[in-house]
């Protein structure tokens, strides 16, 4: 009888050395005021574009990438007055990313269709509710349709529900702190409900909408954080599988950590300095260890600030990397498919769009054999790096390892004060007296990755238990494959690293 049992160890990571690095900045012609920036695959090639809200033309410019790390041209297409948020989505359900804005200057939104091709079809606008700065999507009442929670710069957030055409309702207004500028969904009190937080730039705090699961939300809840916070952001930092916040404060210059608790409460926020005047963040894992990061772009200081996790809600020193002048937002994406996590700014006084290519190390680890008898060894390998350290806590290229049971296995491989980490899973099994045994291998393959919802996993083998695992080693998610392709709904849990293992394979995903 077989035993498996798969053991995540990449807490290591925060004791290794090493800095994640990313190339100088190359910059892109946008329109004119570029106040914000998201990323999606607008035109189906598999490869990561961005889009631009130019709040001094009025516009959006969209730059297709060519996956090399660079962007074309851009092409502009018209939308209401003085636009400052974006975001995209598949708002009409035809499989192609859509864009919205938020026009600050006129109290409505626009959203522009897209064709599949990297254009998209003429604006249509709807009442947003007073001096509308940005907007997220969820699915915010359970019917499979996309809606939007508009920030409007007041003391307000607007709900539009959507229906799936393309088209909203009328706007529904909840009072939140003054001067909200940004918000962030997740499932706050385990409810599989999707709730609301907003970051209020004047009264310097966050608050807490939780959501009824029909399109409306409970009265706000305040937690404090820094001065004149800007952005905020969401991911599992401490590695709980309950969602925290990150909030980037422009008047004190730091991120502001709150830690959930699961129940739609926080514990009081922990600070880490970052740039001067960071104006937007994102988190995403930039040095590969499974875990969450954040990166600041900042206004003032005209760069980017890189802070590595350590997996426990903790953060290490920002690092920083220049970028155009007055860097109003940021993304992340694998802009030139090295499967690295890059960034991009938008530049508002320059006009233009900033793409860091992570050049950190890869980082590479192999096994002497794929499959292992209990009892026996493997030989397991690092390369690409200079110098390594592995979550045994050996420094050398080379270990051997006699695990009992299957074991993920986790390596940090440094160059010129650069680390990036990889990870690999030795099988085990019982051999029932034989020093080996064949063991077929088979590939599966995931889509999307990462991911806001819902994952579909295509060509696993049948009748094998599928398993998807958090960064503490938790089975969250367990269910046997019956179909060559199986879809499954994570809007439960928060956004961060998973583990996805079948058989003898496990691949990370990453929700966000």
Same mark, same amino acid.
């Given at each position: 009888m077989k035993k498996i049992l798969l053991i995540i160890l990449a807490a290591f990571i925060k004791q290794a050395s090493g800095q994640v690095c990313f190339s100088a900045a190359t910059n892109f012609t946008a329109g004119t005021g570029p106040y914000s920036i998201c990323k999606g695959d607008f035109n189906g090639d598999a490869k990561m574009d961005v889009a631009v809200a130019d709040n001094g033309s009025n516009s959006v410019s969209v730059l297709l990438g060519t996956g090399t790390g660079s962007l074309g041209a851009a092409t502009n297409f018209t939308v209401g007055t003085t636009p400052r948020g974006i975001i995209t989505a598949d708002f009409n359900g035809d499989g192609k990313l859509d864009l919205v804005t938020t026009n600050y200057g006129g109290a409505d939104i626009s959203i522009l269709l897209g064709t599949g091709t990297g254009s998209f079809g003429a604006a249509?606008?709807?009442?947003?509710?007073?001096?509308?700065?940005?907007?997220?999507s969820g699915d915010f009442n359970g019917d499979a349709k996309l809606d939007l929670a508009v920030a409007n710069y007041t003391n307000i957030i607007s709900i539009l529900? +959507?229906?799936?055409?393309?088209?909203?309702?009328?706007? &529904?207004?909840?009072?939140?702190?003054?001067?909200?500028?940004?918000?962030?969904?997740?499932?706050?009190?385990?409810?599989?409900?999707?709730?609301?937080?907003? =970051?209020?730039?004047?009264?310097?705090?966050?608050?807490?909408?939780?959501?009824?699961? &029909?399109? =409306?939300? +409970?009265?706000?809840?305040?937690?404090s954080v820094g001065t004149n916070p800007w952005s905020i952001t969401s991911s599992d930092f401490n590695g709980d599988a309950k969602a925290d916040l990150a909030i980037s404060n422009a008047g004190?210059?730091?991120?502001?950590? /709150?830690?959930?608790?699961?129940?739609?409460?926080?514990?009081?926020?922990?600070?880490f300095n970052a740039g001067t005047w960071p104006a937007s963040i994102v988190s995403a894992d930039f040095n590969g260890d499974a875990i969450a990061d954040l990166a600041t772009s900042n206004r003032m200081s005209n760069d980017v600030s890189v802070l590595l996790?350590?997996?426990? +809600? =903790?953060?290490?020193a920002?690092?920083?990397?220049?970028?155009?002048?007055?860097?109003?937002?940021?993304?992340?994406?694998?802009?030139?498919?090295? +499967?690295?996590?890059? /960034?991009?700014t938008a530049n508002n006084t320059?006009?233009?769009?900033?793409?860091?290519?992570?050049?950190?190390?890869?980082?590479?680890?192999?096994?002497?054999?794929?499959?292992?008898?209990s009892g026996l060894s493997a030989t397991l390998t690092a390369g690409g790096a200079n110098t390594f350290t592995w979550s045994t806590a050996s420094n050398n290229t080379v270990i051997v390892v006699s695990p009992t049971v299957t074991t993920t296995y986790s390596v940090m491989g440094t160059s010129g004060g650069c680390s990036y980490a990889a990870f690999l899973t030795q099988s085990v099994t019982i051999c029932l007296g034989l020093h080996t045994q064949a063991l077929a291998n088979f590939e599966f393959n995931i889509y999307p990755n990462p991911f806001e919802n819902k994952i579909t996993v295509i060509n696993a083998e049948l009748k094998r238990d599928l398993m998807i695992i958090n960064t503490l080693g938790s089975v969250i998610y367990k269910t046997t494959i019956e179909n060559e392709v199986?879809?499954?709904?994570?809007?439960?849990?928060?956004a961060g690293i998973y583990f996805i293992k079948t058989g003898t394979l496990t691949k990370k995903i990453i929700k966000e």
């Open positions: 249509t606008n709807f009442t947003a509710g007073p001096s509308p700065y940005t907007a997220i529900l +959507g229906t799936g055409t393309g088209s909203f309702g009328v706007a &529904t207004a909840f009072t939140v702190g003054i001067w909200p500028s940004s918000l962030v969904k997740a499932d706050l009190n385990g409810d599989a409900f999707v709730d609301i937080a907003v =970051s209020n730039r004047q009264t310097n705090n966050v608050s807490i909408l939780l959501g009824t699961g &029909t399109g =409306s939300f +409970g009265a706000a809840t305040n937690f004190s210059n730091n991120i502001s950590i /709150l830690i959930g608790t699961g129940t739609g409460s926080f514990a009081a926020a922990t600070n996790g350590n997996g426990a +809600g =903790s953060f290490g920002a690092a920083a990397f220049s970028v155009g002048a007055q860097p109003l937002s940021i993304s992340w994406a694998d802009f030139n498919g090295d +499967g690295k996590a890059d /960034l991009a320059v006009n233009s769009v900033s793409v860091l290519l992570n050049n950190s190390p890869t980082v590479t680890a192999i096994t002497s054999t794929n499959v292992l008898c199986t879809e499954i709904n994570l809007s439960a849990y928060p």
